[in-house]
């Protein structure tokens, strides 16, 4: 019999061992990495600290500017300065408060060591704890990295007392735990209810289709200009928030008021922000001893819901349900168009990605729609030539940004191609398969639905800026041999940086690859762009007419499409026999 | 035609300066099941990987039913079925539709496809889940749809890596019931396994390979011969592959 001691481990040494651990393997990551490799991190940690002392020279420059008595005389920014640190805590903190759900899923429910780390004789606490620390120290990283300059800038333009630098590290610090406890309590409440995998699916559909929106929606406030009805109602909102009776302001307040030496204000402020983010600290950790240990054993032990596809109904139904073009196919290439379009459709992540193009096409189409198709005349002083090159990039604007919204769909479906197979790629490749119809089948699955949206977008467009017929159908011609191109481009990237151990989507194509061949799509297009486009524009400027440039474009674009599009898979055929193999 | 279903020659493997593989030299016939058995990391995976076309091999040549697998791959696999060790499928396919889609890879003919679908959901088991996700699937489950997978288009060579991990014991003894009846019906079937009771009971021949290379290969009855009067196969295995010491064993439960 062999005698264990038991271990009574505390919280914190528990957490400290925890993370230690998590040092310990960073480290050795990086003592076993290619020096290459070593020197790039060596690189980019110069870079950040070249960064953090750049934003801080340029923040204390700036913010002594916007202190300096020549300018008061013209504005007076007190409130807005003293607002700043307000301002950056709160945004500190709904940041983390929004990114961190999405992270804390996954190190609290979906890590791989959860298994281990729940069977050892860790305190729950300990465990929660170090997984919300490992959360959120990439973003809380960040804040560092675009606050801390800031606000240390604040102080040194306005002399604070030394005890400024230290607090802000400790408030930034104390609002980022508090923000990560709430949207802890907040994916452990969820979790009770819907299944972590899924939640983790619809989330990362939704945070990139909302992303997407945000950056987007700048396409239509860019035009805004602000009036001075604005600013005002802007510098209220700011005052609002750094209203004394805001938790949000207590904070920033008690910075300011520990930098101009108001020690009441000071003690006040920092002493209430300190408490609100323990007590809620200790709420979460709370609620981590209720609902975490219980949620986790819930996930293994509760049967998951089954997701049903159609049900099997008979031979003649699965007959029905194939494409109109298998006959022309081999069936292994339509198998394989139909298994993906399958895996693509059913898994979230996916089509979050496949969803960007869809809404970028209808920002620009009502874009385009708002425009009218119509050059500005502005004041009427352009010369004549340059009106009319203008109306002819008009005209062909529409076929421009469809190949764009192709070139966003490709980076996805032709890139990625052979890594979404992932781990199952073996069925693949234990197969009597060709990698030439390995190839076709990749081709055709990323080809004929970004035709089908290209050539949408291409249509709602042209209808929208009322084109003529001839510029529809050469454009339908330029959407259709240009993107066909693209898939070799994109294809040829994929098979070369395929990796077939993503966990993550994300990382599904090889770093450096993935980055080339995102350059090397982009070129494709802009290329592809002036090839078919060029002609069209410069023929009739010369005094041709319109159609002979549309012929010549597509004569030259097409031979340039072709070329990409049969040349770069049919180089890297050699290479598909190899995916999958390490050595 | 051969009865020669699966035949490595000089089969050897590197990674960088590890050598896997050291010239492997093996046969199954038909209507063989051929036990392969290993410690950890002695190269079974990796030669099983480079028999059904998963991994080049460095140097030497495999066959399967015939046919070259590095100059003739699609009649090579065309012949054989994979079951791996980890059933790493399409999450997001129902175990009908990948049977359906290994089916179309392996031109499986039409009118057949329903029917043998059916046959393997029910052999297995998993008719009542066939139109589920396999994402919903337990190990067990999986491992099934996998074996499932590989006979759908009835190989003749069936290579497994250790099937029945992760099965319990009325899937196991199904498994070991298949392969028995795919043998009598002259398949060649390729089990690695650490179960040594099973190797020792199902397989007619047994490979033992150790450090990359083939160490000991023959039936029981020939590799008793060759372990000097030890009657189990566990101790043939350990005295070829070296076992715990006595007090090692001794020194940890101190």
Same mark, same amino acid.
């Given at each position: 019999?062999?005698?264990?001691?038991?271990?009574?481990?505390?919280?914190?040494?528990?957490?400290?061992?925890?993370?230690?651990?998590?040092?310990?393997?960073?480290?050795?990551?990086?003592?076993?990495?290619?020096?290459?490799?070593?020197?790039?991190?060596?690189?980019?940690?110069?870079?950040?600290?070249?960064?953090?002392?750049?934003?801080?020279?340029?923040?204390?420059?700036?913010?002594?500017?916007?202190?300096?008595?020549?300018?008061?005389?013209?504005?007076?920014l007190?409130?807005?300065?003293?607002?700043?640190p307000?301002?950056?805590?709160?945004?500190?903190?709904?940041?983390?408060?929004?990114?961190?759900?999405?992270?804390?899923?996954?190190?609290?429910?979906?890590?791989?060591?959860?298994?281990?780390?729940?069977?050892?004789?860790?305190?729950?606490?300990?465990?929660?704890?170090?997984?919300?620390?490992?959360?959120?120290?990439?973003?809380?990283?960040?804040?560092?990295?675009?606050?801390?300059?800031?606000?240390?800038?604040?102080?040194?333009?306005?002399?604070?007392?030394?005890?400024?630098?230290?607090?802000?590290?400790?408030?930034?610090?104390?609002?980022?735990?508090?923000?990560?406890?709430?949207?802890?309590?907040?994916?452990?409440?969820?979790?009770?209810?819907?299944?972590?995998?899924?939640?983790?699916?619809?989330?990362?559909?939704?945070?990139?289709?909302?992303?997407?929106?945000?950056?987007?929606?700048?396409?239509?406030?860019?035009?805004?200009?602000?009036?001075?009805?604005?600013?005002?109602?802007?510098?209220?909102?700011?005052?609002?928030?750094?209203?004394?009776?805001?938790?949000?302001?207590?904070?920033?307040?008690?910075?300011?008021?520990?930098?101009?030496?108001?020690?009441?204000?000071?003690?006040?402020?920092l002493?209430?922000?300190?408490?609100?983010?323990v007590?809620?600290?200790?709420?979460?950790?709370?609620?981590?001893?209720?609902?975490?240990?219980?949620?986790?054993?819930?996930?293994?032990?509760?049967?998951?819901?089954?997701?049903?596809?159609?049900?099997?109904?008979?031979?003649?139904?699965?007959?029905?349900?194939?494409?109109a073009?298998?006959?022309?196919?081999?069936?292994?290439?339509t198998?394989?168009?139909?298994?993906?379009a399958?895996v693509?459709?059913?898994?979230?992540?996916?089509?979050?990605?496949?969803?960007t193009?869809?809404?970028?096409?209808?920002?620009?189409?009502?874009?385009?729609?708002?425009?009218?198709?119509?050059?500005?005349?502005?004041?009427?002083?352009?010369?004549?030539?340059?009106?009319?090159?203008?109306?002819?990039?008009?005209?062909?604007?529409n076929?421009?940004?469809?190949l764009?919204i192709?070139?966003?769909?490709?980076?996805?479906?032709?890139?990625m191609?052979?890594?979404?197979?992932?781990?199952?790629?073996?069925?693949?490749?234990t197969?009597?398969?060709?990698?030439?119809?390995?190839?076709?089948?990749?081709?055709?699955?990323?080809?004929?639905?970004?035709?089908?949206?290209?050539?949408?977008?291409?249509?709602?467009?042209?209808l929208?800026?009322?084109?003529g017929?001839?510029?529809?159908?050469?454009?339908?011609?330029?959407?259709?041999?240009?993107?066909?191109?693209?898939?070799?481009?994109?294809?040829?990237?994929?098979?070369?940086?395929?990796?077939?151990e993503?966990?993550?989507?994300?990382?599904?194509?090889?770093?450096?690859?993935?980055?080339?061949?995102?350059?090397?799509?982009?070129?494709?297009?802009?290329?592809a762009?002036?090839?078919?486009?060029?002609?069209?524009?410069?023929v009739?400027?010369?005094?041709?007419?319109?159609?002979?440039?549309?012929?010549?474009?597509?004569?030259?674009?097409g031979?340039?499409?072709l070329?990409?599009?049969?040349?770069?898979?049919?180089?890297?055929?050699?290479?598909?026999?190899?995916?999958?193999?390490?050595? | 035609?051969?009865?020669?279903?699966?035949?490595?020659?000089?089969?050897?493997?590197?990674?960088?300066?590890?050598?896997?593989?050291?010239?492997?030299?093996?046969?199954?016939?038909?209507?063989?099941?051929?036990?392969?058995?290993?410690?950890?990391?002695?190269?079974?995976?990796?030669?099983?990987?480079?028999?059904?076309?998963?991994?080049?091999?460095?140097?030497?040549?495999?066959?399967?039913?015939?046919?070259?697998?590095?100059?003739?791959?699609?009649?090579?696999?065309?012949?054989?079925?994979?079951?791996?060790?980890?059933?790493?499928?399409?999450?997001?396919l129902?175990?009908?539709e990948?049977?359906?889609?290994?089916?179309?890879?392996?031109?499986?003919?039409?009118?057949?496809?329903? !029917?043998? #679908?059916?046959? =393997? %959901? +029910?052999?297995?088991?998993?008719?009542? *889940? $066939?139109?589920? /996700?396999?994402?919903?699937y337990s190990?067990?489950?999986?491992?099934?749809?996998?074996?499932?997978?590989?006979?759908?288009?009835?190989?003749?060579?069936?290579?497994?890596?250790?099937?029945?991990v992760?099965?319990?014991?009325?899937?196991a !003894?199904? #498994?070991?019931? =298949? %392969? +028995?009846?795919?043998?009598?019906?002259? *398949? $060649?079937?390729? /089990?690695?396994?650490?179960?040594?009771?099973?190797?020792?009971?199902?397989?007619?021949?047994?490979?033992?390979?150790?450090?990359g290379?083939?160490?000991?290969?023959?039936?029981?009855?020939?590799?008793?011969?060759?372990?000097?009067?030890?009657?189990?196969?566990?101790?043939?295995?350990?005295?070829?592959?070296?076992?715990?010491?006595?007090?090692?064993?001794?020194?940890?439960?101190?």
């Amino acid at each position: 019999m062999i005698g264990v001691a038991t271990p009574r481990a505390s919280v914190a040494s528990s957490t400290w061992k925890l993370l230690w651990l998590r040092v310990r393997i960073w480290t050795s990551v990086l003592r076993h990495a290619t020096v290459r490799r070593k020197i790039g991190t060596l690189v980019v940690a110069a870079l950040v600290v070249g960064f953090l002392a750049a934003a801080f020279a340029g923040s204390w420059a700036l913010l002594s500017f916007l202190r300096s008595p020549e300018l008061a005389q013209i504005v007076d920014l007190t409130q807005l300065l003293e607002a700043l640190p307000t301002v950056i805590l709160t945004g500190a903190f709904l940041t983390i408060l929004v990114t961190s759900f999405g992270v804390l899923l996954q190190s609290l429910y979906l890590a791989r060591d959860m298994d281990f780390l729940m069977a050892a004789p860790i305190p729950v606490r300990a465990v929660f704890i170090s997984k919300l620390i490992q959360a959120i120290l990439p973003n809380f990283a960040l804040l560092c990295l675009f606050g801390l300059p800031v606000l240390f800038g604040l102080g040194a333009s306005a002399g604070y007392h030394a005890l400024f630098y230290p607090l802000v590290i400790l408030l930034l610090a104390c609002m980022t735990f508090a923000a990560a406890g709430l949207s802890a309590v907040l994916v452990m409440g969820v979790v009770r209810l819907v299944p972590a995998r899924r939640v983790a699916e619809a989330l990362a559909a939704v945070g990139a289709v909302a992303s997407l929106i945000c950056s987007q929606s700048g396409n239509f406030t860019r035009t805004m200009t602000f009036n001075a009805q604005q600013t005002t109602q802007m510098m209220d909102l700011l005052s609002r928030v750094n209203a004394p009776w805001s938790p949000f302001a207590w904070a920033g307040r008690g910075l300011i008021g520990l930098g101009t030496g108001q020690g009441a204000t000071a003690a006040l402020g920092l002493g209430l922000t300190l408490v609100l983010a323990v007590a809620i600290f200790a709420v979460t950790l709370r609620a981590c001893e209720v609902l975490y240990h219980t949620g986790w054993s819930q996930m293994q032990a509760g049967t998951p819901r089954r997701p049903h596809v159609r049900p099997h109904d008979a031979p003649r139904a699965a007959a029905a349900r194939r494409p109109a073009f298998p006959r022309l196919l081999p069936r292994a290439v339509t198998a394989l168009i139909i298994k993906d379009a399958r895996v693509l459709r059913r898994d979230l992540r996916n089509l979050s990605q496949l969803m960007t193009p869809l809404i970028l096409g209808i920002v620009y189409a009502a874009m385009l729609a708002r425009s009218g198709g119509q050059v500005d005349p502005g004041r009427g002083e352009a010369p004549e030539w340059f009106m009319q090159g203008a109306g002819q990039m008009m005209a062909y604007g529409n076929i421009g940004i469809a190949l764009f919204i192709g070139w966003i769909m490709l980076s996805r479906l032709g890139m990625m191609a052979f890594s979404h197979e992932g781990r199952a790629y073996w069925l693949i490749k234990t197969a009597p398969v060709t990698p030439v119809r390995l190839m076709l089948a990749k081709a055709l699955t990323a080809y004929l639905p970004t035709l089908v949206i290209g050539e949408l977008f291409l249509l709602v467009a042209s209808l929208l800026q009322r084109a003529g017929s001839s510029v529809m159908l050469f454009g339908i011609a330029v959407v259709a041999l240009a993107l066909a191109g693209g898939v070799g481009v994109n294809l040829a990237f994929g098979v070369a940086g395929a990796n077939l151990e993503w966990e993550d989507p994300r990382h599904m194509v090889r770093g450096s690859v993935g980055c080339i061949g995102s350059f090397a799509g982009m070129a494709y297009v802009a290329l592809a762009a002036a090839f078919f486009l060029g002609p069209a524009m410069l023929v009739p400027l010369l005094g041709g007419s319109a159609g002979l440039g549309q012929a010549i474009g597509v004569v030259v674009g097409g031979v340039f499409a072709l070329v990409c599009a049969l040349l770069p898979p049919y180089l890297m055929l050699g290479r598909v026999r190899r995916i999958g193999e390490v050595g | 035609m051969t009865d020669i279903l699966i035949e490595t020659l000089d089969l050897a493997k590197r990674f960088g300066d590890k050598v896997a593989v050291d010239r492997v030299n093996l046969q199954v016939r038909a209507g063989e099941i051929f036990g392969f058995l290993g410690p950890n990391g002695a190269g079974k995976t990796t030669t099983i990987k480079m028999i059904v076309g998963l991994l080049q091999p460095t140097s030497g040549a495999v066959r399967v039913a015939g046919h070259n697998v590095q100059t003739e791959p699609l009649a090579a696999k065309a012949a054989s079925g994979f079951v791996p060790d980890e059933p790493n499928l399409y999450t997001k396919l129902s175990a009908r539709e990948l049977l359906r889609f290994v089916a179309e890879l392996y031109d499986v003919p039409r009118a057949a496809v329903e !029917r043998r #679908i059916e046959e =393997l %959901l +029910r052999l297995f088991d998993l008719t009542a *889940a $066939a139109d589920d /996700l396999i994402d919903s699937y337990s190990h067990g489950m999986r491992q099934k749809a996998s074996l499932a997978a590989a006979l759908v288009h009835d190989p003749r060579v069936l290579v497994l890596d250790e099937p029945t991990v992760g099965l319990d014991p009325k899937s196991a !003894r199904l #498994i070991k019931d =298949l %392969l +028995r009846q795919l043998a009598q019906r002259g *398949a $060649a079937v390729f /089990l690695s396994t650490h179960i040594l009771e099973i190797a020792e009971r199902m397989c007619d021949r047994i490979g033992i390979i150790n450090r990359g290379g083939l160490v000991a290969m023959g039936t029981m009855a020939e590799l008793r011969a060759m372990g000097q009067g030890q009657a189990s196969l566990e101790d043939i295995f350990l005295s070829l592959t070296g076992g715990a010491e006595d007090a090692a064993i001794a020194e940890v439960l101190q």
